[in-house]
Structures are given as C-alpha cells and as structure tokens.
C-alpha cells in the first residue's frame, strides 16, 4: 500500500517517517556506502528540511515500511541544481513549476533480496506512484539523479529516461541526470512489468497540496 505524506498529514506519519529515514541509513550508508550523513542510525539531509513530499510503501499484513521516495519541486531546494549541477551542460539550470526532482528512492534490503534478479513489487509499486503522484500535480516531468544501479532497474521497468548532461563519474559510481515524463502511457509501461491494472493511489482527497496551476 503507498501512502503519500506532505505538509498536512506529516504529524500523522511520525512512525514511518522514523523508520523510513532508518532505512535510507542501511540502504545508503551501509550496503551501498554512499558519503551520506547518519545520526543515531538516521540518514537525514538538508533536503528532508525543504518540505518534500514522500511516498511510502508499507505492507498490508505488518505495517512495516518497505521502501520509500522523494519528491520536492525544481523551483526550491533541490538535489541537482545544489549539489549535482556538474552532470547538467554549461548554463543549464532545470527549473520549472511543473517538473520535480525524486530523489532517495529506496527498498527495505531484506524484502529486496527475495526477489533478486527480478524487479521486485516495491520498486513496481513506488515508480507508479510517482507517476500517478506527477499526473495529480499536473507535472510535465520528474527529474533524477541517478547510478548505474538504478539505470538497469529503470530499463527493467520500462521507465525510459531522456539523459541531460553527460554522464559522470562521481565517487564510485557513474552518475547520470534523466528526465522522465510523465502520463498515461509511462505509468501503463511501468505497471505492465508488474502486472498492476488499477491506480495504486484510488482516488482518495489527501493530496490536498499537489496542484501546481
């Protein structure tokens, strides 16, 4: 079940929230070893203080957190213009009311490795919420930073990204910067791969701040 928290429902989402910036600690820091700051077993960035939206992905039987992203508009703090903009072309700047950036996209390890070598339901379930999350706020695009790791899941999950920039090495890892638009058509490629035939958000009211008009 995917659960979208933002400014008027964050208070109600406490919990998660705690678990989920646990999470990103054992996904980033410990099994990929990204440099990201932990603090008493949380990764937290500068990032988590500009009011992003987040998707959750909890489990219907336990509750439990199993993956998690985020989003925050190009017009504000953002990812790439801050701290990536060596992957963009000289002079270019994304910014826009109607493309997003997702960043810190992440799944519980120990649910991921049951499925190793297929692209497991979370994955599935969080790429088309962000897609049905860019339809309700009337996005055009979503922007991402991304590695090579997560360039084959996009691949599997038939979400083509347009790249900008050239890609780049930067620590470890080559690095890229894509642009994926967002509609129907994207979100049915992505639900195909793991046969999801409905919206996964219904048609709840709670996203009362999505829209960019």
């Not at 992003?52 to 990812?79: C, D, F, K």
């Not at 992957?87 to 996209?105: A, K, N, T």
């Amino acid at each position: 079940m995917l659960h979208i928290v933002e400014t008027h429902n964050r208070p109600n989402y406490a919990s998660l929230l705690e678990e989920m910036f646990k999470l990103r600690a054992r996904v980033f820091k410990d099994r990929l070893q990204w440099d990201v700051h932990v603090e008493d077993g949380k990764e937290i960035d500068v990032f988590d203080d500009a009011d992003p939206l987040y998707i959750l992905s909890v489990n219907n039987t336990t509750g439990h957190l199993e993956g998690s992203v985020r989003l925050l508009p190009t017009t504000g703090p953002n990812m790439l213009r801050d701290v990536f903009s060596v992957l963009l072309p000289d002079g270019m700047v994304v910014e826009s009311p109607i493309i997003w950036e997702s960043s810190r996209f992440c799944i519980e390890p120990d649910t991921a490795r049951l499925v190793e070598g297929r692209i497991h339901r979370v994955t599935t379930e969080l790429l088309c919420g962000l897609v049905e999350v860019g339809l309700r706020a009337g996005l055009s695009h979503i922007v991402s930073v991304y590695d090579a790791r997560m360039a084959r899941i996009f691949k599997a999950s038939n979400c083509p990204a347009d790249v900008i920039g050239v890609p780049t090495r930067i620590g470890r890892v080559m690095t890229y910067a894509g642009l994926f638009e967002i509609n129907e058509e994207m979100w049915s490629n992505i639900a195909a791969t793991g046969a999801i035939d409905q919206p996964l958000l219904g048609h709840s009211g709670e996203m009362r701040d999505l829209c960019v008009a």
